[in-house]
């Protein structure tokens, strides 16, 4: 594995079933760029491009093309996969990096399937269970400094001529990033929900199968936004930077499709050896006011149903994150977390995580939480595979990144919706307990939709 930061970190290069090596150079960029205008500037590499902003804006990360692919459909054996061929790729990596800053250098950007054991539609085609892959360019944003990334393979052989291959290929990148220029969504030409009549039933069905061990299952659905054109990425991105400022906004392409959202619930950060997570379960609408929506806000708080299902995930976090961790804080009480057109119940988490442990298994420990399975997880999971009739893919997913040091952070896919063509297929979920009411439970997934079709140009 590579050493700390140097102006060269080299590792001994050994023979190899692969003959190529990955090397790696980190600049810091001078004159600052707008992250999404970098975005844009690549539209010709459509179907492999990654965008990436935290909600506090501190850290951003654009990926422009693919250095590497590594994805796996080995089901639940994906994550073991993705695991041994990153370190594998690392043990071999070159990487010229003199800068003490996370997400930069060799970087993979990507996500997991939110069920490797469903079946399998051609609305996710073009996407592999676990999808994942390091740039050739990359932008980091850090806490306000700026810096490239550039990756290439190269013949073990030829190693001695990697700097020129590395300054070849910094010729693509243009000197300066022009503003791009907004293109207006087309309009919706037709919108095409599920029976909501049918819909409820299926809650019914869940809502008898839950019995003394099964509390709560998380049932979703997903609505067709039919366009008069083909939608633009850069404009569905520059909506959801603008209305949901503080979220997760991602988007992850392949092909001519691209899964793109604004999520408000961190799975998992790591940074050296703190890890973070969230409990995010429980939600309402906003308020038209300041008093409402405080109103709304304290009856979310004491809400049994709400409060109950929330639990079940602080429950579930908890007992995850104290298997990996030396030490554990988690507040008594959940807090309010506003987004624009929706509110939850959340609980932070932090610990202090044990060597052994790395970024991916922690994602394969936490996830699905209850916020987004059910609880016990396996169960929910069976019934949801019986009665949900919908290829999540990477909807309520794992998605993110992890640098070469072993820091990285995903957020769970919510809020989101996949584009293809002049087509969006947009997704929503809620937690379904004892005590559910289906007509409710269909108005909280409405409710939950708004984020991507206001993003889409909706109401």
Known sequence: MNDRRGTMVQ????????????????KMVEEKMNILDFFSKYHAYKGKRFFWKDPSGKNMIVGIGICEKIESSLGESSYSHVEKRWKSLLEKAIVYNEFN????????????????????????????????????????????????????????????YAKEVLRKQSFALPKRIEEYTPVSLPSIQKVMEVDREKWKVTVDKVIRKLDGNLKKVVLARASKVNFTKDIVTESVLRNLIQQQSNGYIFALEAHDKCFTGA?????????????????????????????????????????????????????????????????????????????????HLYTPVSGKVKETESLISLIRLLHPTPALGGFPRDEALEVIREVEGLDRGLYGAPIGWLDYEGNGEFAVSIRSGL????????FAGCGIVADSDPELEYTETAIKFKPMLTALGGK
């Open 419 to 426: 584009l293809h063509g002049n087509s969006a297929t947009i």
């Open 263 to 343: 999520s408000p619930e961190r799975l998992v950060k790591k940074a050296g050896d703190t890890v973070f997570s969230t409990c995010l379960a429980g939600s309402i609408s906003r308020g038209n006011n300041e008093v409402e929506d405080s109103a709304l806000a304290e009856e979310l708080l004491s809400d049994s149903k709400n409060r109950e299902e929330h639990n079940y995930v602080v429950k579930m976090i908890k007992n995850a994150m104290e298997e990996v961790c030396t030490t554990v804080e988690i507040p008594a009480n959940p807090q309010i977390m506003k987004m624009r057109d929706i509110q």
């Open 11 to 26: 590792t001994e290069i050994r023979d190899s079933v692969s003959p190529t090596i990955l090397v790696s150079e980190v």
């Open 101 to 160: 800053h996370i997400g930069i250098g060799p970087v993979l950007l990507g996500g997991f399937a939110f069920d490797p054991l469903k079946e399998k539609t051609e609305l996710w085609d073009g996407f592999s269970e676990a999808h994942f892959y390091v740039p050739q360019f990359m932008l980091s944003e850090i806490d306000g400094n700026q810096f490239i990334t550039t990756n290439i393979l190269i013949h073990s052989d030829k190693i001695e």
